[in-house]
């Protein structure tokens, strides 16, 4: 009897200390969740999306702010239309276009043009469209966007206060260009 006493006197620590120690299979998730980035915090809200579209090939790409795609996917997405060629692309290219969408509250980006294969830049040479000899779109450099409800105009303030590289004003068409080459500022059509 005073046997059982003892062991029953002992088991509230024994159930205290199995409370105190997590299962294998809780760690696992408890270090799959804190090595996850893209979890946020019991409580709080998720990283806003920003679903970047590319008009000419109809994809679509959607990115946290901070999230950085691999140089694969980024080349892939930013490709160019006509030949069908990816190339390395600048990494900071997505970030601007993420950047401008956040500044101006908006989730979507549309990007009209980024890699251009250098045969292509020829083409539209030939047919008189306003394109540089060698454009920074041929070497992976550049960016065409537009935000939308976002009036380029007011965009293209925006570019030019962010002193990245080269900044082009296509009224016409309703687009802003940026690249990561000098500062300099133009307007097309």
């Keep these: ?11 509230p620590a024994i159930a205290y200390a199995d409370h105190d120690h997590q299962s294998k299979k809780d760690r696992e998730r408890a270090a799959k ?26 994809e679509w790409l959607a990115l946290a702010p901070g999230e950085k795609p691999s140089d694969e996917m980024t080349a892939r997405f930013l490709r160019d239309h006509y030949t069908n060629s990816p190339t390395k692309m600048e990494p900071r290219l997505l970030e601007i276009v993420i950047n401008a969408a956040k500044n101006f509250g908006s989730d979507q980006a549309m990007v009209v043009s980024a890699f251009r294969h250098p ?32 009036a380029t ?24 260009h940026m690249d990561t080459g000098k500062v300099r500022y133009w307007n097309g059509e």
């Design 1 to 11: 009897m005073i046997r059982a006493l003892v062991v029953l006197a002992l088991l």
């Design 153 to 176: 105009l007011t965009l293209h303030q925006w570019a030019k206060a962010q002193q990245i590289g080269g900044v082009g004003l296509y009224l016409e068409s309703g687009f802003v």
């Design 119 to 150: 045969k292509y830049n020829l083409i539209l040479r030939k047919k008189g469209h306003q394109v540089a000899r060698d454009s920074q779109h041929t070497h992976g450099q550049a960016i065409d966007f537009f935000i939308p409800r976002v």
């Design 33 to 58: 969740t804190q090595s996850s980035a893209r979890m946020p915090a019991p409580g709080t809200k998720p990283a806003r999306l920003v679903n970047l579209f590319n008009t000419w090939t109809d």
